[in-house]
Nanobody
Framework: VQLQASGGGLVQAGDSLRLSCQAS????????MGWFRQAPGKEREFVAA????????SYADSLEGRFAISRDNAKNTVYLQVNTLKPEDTAVYYC?????????????????WGKGTQVTVSS
């Protein structure tokens, strides 16, 4: 399974952004998907997960409800909507895929990683 994230960029604090992740090479509709992020000098951090059907989602407790994960199985794409961006949201955002849904993924226990997309939030 190959994953390619896109949609990052340089934005201002308070803006919104929608990241996309296109999957190929596998049966997307049977995979659970997620997002991680890695800020400069920090470890990768779990952000959100969504089950194969899209009917079950979960988020890191620390994200204050500003993030929303969704998917379109017809387009083999998972999305991450981020609202009211803050400078501390600056990070490389990665999408991941796994055969199983978990409420919280661990970075070293995910089946597939994609290349990330940089999000930089200026104050």
């Amino acid at each position: 399974v190959q994953l390619q994230a896109s949609g990052g960029g340089l934005v201002q604090a308070g803006d919104s952004l929608r990241l996309s992740c296109q999957a190929s090479g596998g049966s997307f509709s049977t995979l659970s998907m997620g997002w991680f992020r890695q800020a400069p000098g920090k470890e990768r951090e779990f952000v959100a997960a969504i089950a194969w059907s899209g009917g079950v989602t979960s988020y890191a407790d620390s994200l204050e409800g500003r993030f929303a994960i969704s998917r379109d199985n017809a387009k083999n794409t998972v999305y991450l909507q981020v609202n009211t961006l803050k400078p501390e949201d600056t990070a490389v955002y990665y999408c991941v895929a796994d055969r199983y849904y978990r409420r919280r993924y661990e970075a070293d226990d995910v089946d597939y990683w994609g290349k990330g997309t940089q999000v930089t939030v200026s104050s």
